[in-house]
């Protein structure tokens, strides 16, 4: 079945530490990874999307890295803002002309406390 | 920049009764989706929908739910009879062009309706 997880669930770090996000996934095949930022009662955002031929891509502060191989990525965020507190979600998406639709993860809730 | 535009904000509604909720996606765009996320649960994919008709569903998309691009610019999503269980927050999404053909296409979503169903 194609999941897509994420950890932690929760994470509570100072204004301007680093931090780095965890997504696994078992979707197959697959076609693009993306990490999406959503503020409460809003709708996601993308940050970063990769192919699978990618490993690494930044968006500012924001770095993604992607294993193909282990299945796994991650969301480096540096120097963290007030602004960065969202939940951030890790998305799939198979690889398939015959489908268009997303598998998000559960999301990281992050808090950036000054 | 242009943005996917969502009304209402909120909607509450009784059980039984229809409900419309409505999309203004971006005016290039092609591909057209809504998805829903019950309060602490995972974003869900709920249709997509291509040149005037669905291309893909999920199994949450039974015969309560319909979709139609009325007119050039809006796109609504439809259900029939609400339920206590539909109660969340529907998020609408469109991208320019479908991921087989560009795997860097990303799909932007709207700020999204928050259905309450009593």
């Known amino acids: 079945k194609n999941q897509v997880e994420q950890s932690p669930q929760s994470l509570i770090i100072l204004e301007g530490k680093n931090c780095t996000l965890q997504?696994?996934?078992?979707?197959?095949?697959?076609?693009?990874l993306r990490w999406y930022k959503q503020d409460t009662g809003r709708g996601p955002v993308s940050l970063t999307i990769?192919?699978?031929?990618?490993n690494t891509k930044s968006n500012g502060r924001y770095t993604a890295t992607l294993d193909a191989d282990t299945k796994q990525s991650s969301l480096h965020i540096t120097a963290s803002q007030l602004s960065d507190s969202a939940s951030y979600i890790c998305?799939?998406?198979?690889?398939?002309?015959?489908?268009?639709?997303?598998?998000f993860g559960t999301g990281t809730r992050l808090q950036v406390f000054p | 920049e242009p943005e996917v535009t969502q009304t209402p904000s909120h909607q509450v509604t009784q059980m039984g009764q229809e409900v419309i909720l409505r999309c203004v996606p971006i005016?290039?765009?092609?591909?057209f989706y809504w998805y829903r996320q019950i309060l602490g649960q995972k974003v869900e994919f709920l249709v997509s929908?291509?040149?005037?008709?669905?291309?893909?569903k999920s199994e949450i998309f039974d015969d309560q739910f319909s979709v139609e691009r009325p007119d050039g610019s809006n796109f609504t999503l439809k259900i029939r009879s609400t339920k206590l269980e539909d109660s969340a927050m529907y998020f609408c999404?469109?991208?320019?062009?479908?991921?087989?053909?560009?795997?860097?296409?990303?799909?932007?979503f709207g700020p999204g309706t928050r259905l309450t169903v009593l």
């Open positions: 005016s290039n765009h092609l591909y």
């Open positions: 990769m192919t699978f031929s990618e």
């Open positions: 999404a469109s991208r320019r062009t479908q991921t087989g053909t560009s795997g860097k296409d990303t799909q932007y």
């Open positions: 997504c696994n996934y078992t979707v197959s095949p697959f076609s693009n």
């Open positions: 998305v799939v998406s198979p690889n398939s002309y015959n489908t268009d639709k997303l598998i």
């Open positions: 929908f291509y040149n005037n008709e669905i291309s893909e």
